[in-house]
């Protein structure tokens, strides 16, 4: 039997999995790694029947029923079930990015997150929407997509009651009721209660047009442009007078045209009677 504390020192591991190689300082740990390859799940919740391989995997199950969380953050006082979900938040305060993509650079907070990002560059997107067919990288986000189709709004205000389908809706709107604008210009003083508007603005001092028309060379800085422009070349006029039928590729070029059948009425208490 070996001297347990002096492996602690040498760093020995004498006990080898024959099924995957891992080694382990103690035999109990070898039985407990044993399971993940048997499947054997002898720990057992009382509660729902759910079984666990290890009995610390029974232990932080156990907290969802009894609602304990016992780990907390103490930048911002957030409580966890688990340590490791304290420790990996920690990371949002200390900005501790240790997951890093080899391809682009890009670091992640979560193992999860580099996983899945790592997606982008393989193109691979195993998860589909059984309504429209449009496929994802991320379970999770097939998950938010499909809300689209279910019509479930999640994500109350609690100023107005008004319903969301995503968290980052729900945010965007907070900011009507507080006026809040947390996005400045690095050019200018304007500032912006959108990511996406800033960084949109930014490219007129940038001048960058990233959006290029696929039937000519121009090109626009913002996508809702080039989608109007392109109606040039497709010919598509989707806004049409509920007057006479005529039809636009511009929505301001109907609203022009709609003044052409406004016709001027009378002011009958400038009439006189005689």
């Known amino acids: 039997q070996p001297n347990k504390f002096f492996m602690i020192h040498t760093g020995e591991k004498p006990y080898v999995c024959k099924k995957c190689g891992n080694k382990f300082r103690y035999k109990q740990n070898l039985d407990a790694h044993m399971r993940v390859h048997t499947g054997e799940k002898p720990f057992t919740c009382d509660q729902c029947g759910k079984s666990f391989s ?12 009894t609602g304990e969380k ?34 682009c650079g890009k670091g992640f907070i979560r193992s999860a997150n580099l996983k899945s990002h790592m997606k982008i560059h393989t193109g691979e997107k195993p998860f589909t929407c059984n309504h429209c067919e449009r496929r994802f990288a991320a379970k999770k986000n097939l998950k938010i997509h499909m809300r689209i189709h279910t019509g ?8 107005c009651g008004k319903t969301f389908t995503f968290a980052s809706s729900l945010i965007r709107h907070r900011f009507i009721h507080t006026g809040e604008k947390p996005y400045q210009c690095s050019h200018c003083d304007k500032r912006f ?21 696929s039937h000519c060379d121009k090109r626009f800085n913002q996508s809702g442009t080039l989608k109007i422009h392109e109606r040039i070349h497709t010919g598509e006029k989707q806004h049409t007078c509920d007057q006479c039928g005529k039809s636009f590729a511009i929505k301001n070029y109907l609203k022009k045209h709609m003044k052409s059948h406004a016709v001027e009425k009378p002011d009958h208490r400038s009439l006189k009677l005689w």
């Open 193 to 213: 209660n959108q990511s996406g508007d800033l960084k949109t603005h930014e490219r007129i001092h940038s001048r960058e047009k990233p959006y290029k028309c």
């Open 152 to 159: 479930e709004k999640p994500f109350k205000c609690d100023q």
């Open 70 to 103: 016992p780990f907390t953050c103490d930048q911002c006082g957030k409580s966890f079930r688990h340590k490791q979900g304290c420790e990996i938040h920690m990371r949002i305060h200390t900005r501790e990015k240790p997951y890093v993509c080899h391809q």
């Open 54 to 65: 290890q009995k610390r995997g029974l232990i932080g199950h156990m907290r969802i029923h």
